[in-house]
């Protein structure tokens, strides 16, 4: 039997270069140290996964906006707080005088919207098809309750159309470890169609160190293959989750999206469909991006171009305690996961 774990730690094939897409595989790459398990003709890019990281800066502008106005309060994760949009971010609107309301769950708008009925709460709905459904279930759950203080500012965002977009954009990418959340709700197949096109394998994976490696080893074997290949089948069918799938096409329709490094990407995202506008806080027309620091290089980044070590700005200005970049604030951003566990 093969040993795996020493194939690729021995591997002297030709070079290879696998992305992540995913960013909670990056942040389990980077803290189980599996770069360093692995042969220096193999190399790991951190991709376009985090959804705070790909979020344009007009999309922040324009919640710090919505703070400020009278009888409204914007509801956010808490990573989103720290992004900077052209100018500020979040935390700077609330200290300023805006209404800025964390929550752990999109489900906790609803106990603010029914202690305040005077005002409105306008979640900041970004991330990828894991989130999605939750957004849909939140606005099914007001509907139900008679709760109409309550709206989106949607940027979502959908991982097929962004992983063709670096196929076409970004050459030289061996391989993708596809991300195991969202291929929870998509199914496996939803890769199937980019792997044949560009000859290129996709290994479903799981988060444990194991899981990765085991990724890792069936995509160098099959470089070169337009495969899908499932590893993560206690939670990942080939069809998915058709009851989040229903839900989420209840209420949303797909539309072009804009990424940050990326410009808009047609079909990539989902917007609220005609009959549930009203839900809408102003969705539209966000599609400029501006850093705050104009050095910063978390466009190039997120892309696969350059690593977080070739930004000018990683390990001196920027780091997790004053990022100056997305990458660096999430947790499950590249910059940061490199940061923190002093990844090569």
């Keep these: 039997m093969l040993d795996y774990k020493s194939y690729l730690k021995n591997y002297n094939g030709e070079p290879l270069r696998l ?3 995913c960013g909670s595989h990056t942040a389990a790459i980077s803290h189980c140290g599996i770069v360093s398990l692995l042969s220096p003709k193999i190399k790991l890019i951190s991709g376009p996964g985090c959804p705070v990281c790909v979020t344009v800066s007009s999309y922040i502008d324009r919640l710090v906006a919505l703070s400020m106005e009278p009888n409204q309060v914007v509801v956010s994760f808490g990573d989103l707080l720290r992004v900077k949009g052209s100018g500020k971010n979040l935390n700077d609107a609330k200290a300023e005088g805006g209404q800025v309301q964390m929550v752990y769950s999109p489900m906790d708008t609803l106990k603010l919207a029914v202690a305040e009925p005077a005002k409105t709460f306008i979640f900041a709905a970004i991330g990828f098809e894991t ?5 849909a279930l939140l606005l099914e759950e007001a509907q139900n309750k008679g709760i109409h203080n309550i709206k989106l500012l949607t940027s979502l965002k959908t991982m097929p159309q962004v992983i063709d977009w670096v196929c076409g954009n ?3 990418i061996n391989g993708f470890i596809a991300p195991g959340h969202v291929s929870v709700i998509t199914g496996s197949d939803i890769y199937q169609s980019i792997a044949n096109r560009y000859h290129i394998p996709f290994a479903v994976a799981g988060f444990e ?3 990765i490696l085991l990724a890792i080893y069936a995509l160098v074997r099959r470089h070169g293959k337009g495969e899908v290949m499932n590893l993560y089948p206690s939670v990942v069918t080939s069809v998915g989750n058709q009851s989040a799938q229903q839900v989420v096409s209840r209420y949303f329709t797909p539309c072009d999206a804009s990424w940050r490094g990326m410009g808009a990407i047609q079909g990539s995202g989902m917007q609220l469909r005609p009959e ?3 839900f809408d806080a102003g969705s539209e027309n966000l599609t400029e991006d501006y850093s705050a620091n104009p050095n910063c290089r978390c466009a190039r980044v997120l892309t696969g171009a350059i690593s977080p070590r070739q930004c000018p700005l990683f ?3 920027c780091n997790p305690q004053s990022p100056q970049g997305a990458c660096m604030v999430s947790t499950e951003g590249s910059c940061y996961q ?3 566990n002093r990844r090569e």
């Design 19 to 21: 992305m992540e897409v």
């Design 131 to 135: 989130t999605t459904p939750v957004y």
């Design 170 to 172: 970004e050459s030289g």
């Design 209 to 211: 160190a194991e899981q």
């Design 276 to 278: 549930y506008e009203r």
């Design 315 to 317: 390990g001196k200005v």
């Design 338 to 340: 490199y940061y923190v």
